[in-house]
C-alpha cells in the first residue's frame, strides 16, 4: 500500500525556463535557442545540479566561449529572471494529497544548491514538504540510483510503498528499477487520473 508520494519539482510544481531571461537579450529567436542548444546547455546546467559551483561552471564556458561571456555570465547572475510561475493545478493534486493525512510527501529535485534557496523564499508550497533532497547539496543528481537512496535512507521510506511523480522518463525509469512504482508526469489532469486509478486520491 502506497504511504509515501515523491515529487519532482521542475516542469511538475514549478516552471523554469532559460528562455524567460534569454528573449530579453536576443533579438533573434534562433539564435538564442542556438545559444542554449550549443553554449549554455542543458548538460553544462545539469553539472551545477550535481553540485559545481555556479562559478566553477561559468568560469569553464567563458574559457571556452570567450565570444558568448556576457551572455554566459547572465545564465546565473538572472537566474532568477529564468524560474517562472508555480503550476497551479499541479500544486493543488499536492495540497489534496497533503490534507488527506495518509501520505509522507518529499521533493526529490535536480536543482543547484546555490539557487535553490531562491524558489524556497518565492513558493510556499515547497514548505510543505516532509522533506526534500536537492541534488546540488547532495553533489549527485537524478537518474543515480545512490540520489534516490539518499531519500530512501534518510527518510526511512520502503520502496515499495512509495509512489514517485517526474517529467523526465530516463528518471522513471531509474526509479523504477529501484522497485519504487512511479508516474511519468505529463499534464496535472493526467496525474489526477492515474492518482484516481491508483487509489491514492
Same mark, same amino acid.
Given at each position: 500500500?502506497?504511504?509515501?508520494?515523491?515529487?519532482?519539482?521542475?516542469?511538475?510544481?514549478?516552471?523554469?525556463?532559460?528562455?524567460?531571461?534569454?528573449?530579453?537579450?536576443?533579438?533573434?529567436?534562433?539564435?538564442?535557442?542556438?545559444?542554449?542548444?550549443?553554449?549554455?546547455?542543458?548538460?553544462?546546467?545539469?553539472?551545477?545540479?550535481?553540485?559545481?559551483?555556479?562559478?566553477?561552471?561559468?568560469?569553464?564556458?567563458?574559457?571556452?566561449?570567450?565570444?558568448?561571456?556576457?551572455?554566459?555570465?547572465?545564465?546565473?547572475?538572472? $537566474?532568477?529572471?529564468?524560474?517562472?510561475?508555480?503550476?497551479?493545478?499541479?500544486?493543488?493534486?499536492?495540497?489534496?494529497?497533503?490534507?488527506?493525512?495518509?501520505?509522507?510527501?518529499?521533493?526529490?529535485?535536480? $536543482?543547484?544548491?546555490?539557487?535553490?534557496?531562491?524558489?524556497?523564499?518565492?513558493?510556499?508550497?515547497?514548505? $510543505?514538504?516532509?522533506?526534500?533532497?536537492?541534488?546540488?547539496?547532495?553533489?549527485?543528481?537524478?537518474?543515480?540510483?545512490?540520489?534516490?537512496?539518499?531519500?530512501?535512507?534518510?527518510?526511512?521510506?520502503?520502496?515499495?510503498?512509495?509512489?514517485?511523480?517526474?517529467?523526465?522518463?530516463?528518471?522513471?525509469?531509474?526509479?523504477?528499477?529501484?522497485?519504487?512504482?512511479?508516474?511519468?508526469?505529463?499534464?496535472?489532469?493526467?496525474?489526477?487520473?492515474?492518482?484516481?486509478?491508483?487509489?491514492?486520491?
Amino acid at each position: 500500500m502506497i504511504n509515501t508520494i515523491i515529487f519532482d519539482l521542475g516542469a511538475v510544481l514549478i516552471d523554469w525556463n532559460p528562455h524567460y531571461m534569454y528573449k530579453t537579450l536576443f533579438t533573434d529567436e534562433e539564435e538564442m535557442k542556438n545559444f542554449l542548444a550549443t553554449v549554455c546547455t542543458s548538460d553544462w546546467n545539469e553539472e551545477q545540479d550535481a553540485g559545481r559551483s555556479l562559478q566553477d561552471g561559468t568560469e569553464i564556458l567563458v574559457k571556452q566561449f570567450p565570444e558568448h561571456e556576457a551572455n554566459i555570465r547572465a545564465f546565473y547572475t538572472r $537566474w532568477e529572471e529564468m524560474l517562472g510561475d508555480a503550476f497551479e493545478d499541479t500544486v493543488a493534486v499536492f495540497k489534496e494529497l497533503k490534507e488527506s493525512g495518509k501520505y509522507k510527501i518529499y521533493a526529490l529535485t535536480n $536543482w543547484s544548491a546555490e539557487t535553490f534557496p531562491v524558489a524556497l523564499e518565492r513558493f510556499d508550497f515547497l514548505h $510543505w514538504f516532509d522533506g526534500i533532497v536537492v541534488s546540488g547539496a547532495e553533489k549527485m543528481r537524478k537518474p543515480a540510483p545512490a540520489f534516490y537512496q539518499i531519500l530512501l535512507d534518510r527518510h526511512v521510506i520502503n520502496p515499495e510503498e512509495a509512489l514517485f511523480i517526474d517529467d523526465n522518463y530516463r528518471n522513471i525509469l531509474a526509479a523504477e528499477k529501484l522497485g519504487i512504482q512511479s508516474i511519468h508526469f505529463t499534464s496535472a489532469d493526467v496525474l489526477r487520473e492515474k492518482l484516481i486509478e491508483l487509489n491514492v486520491l
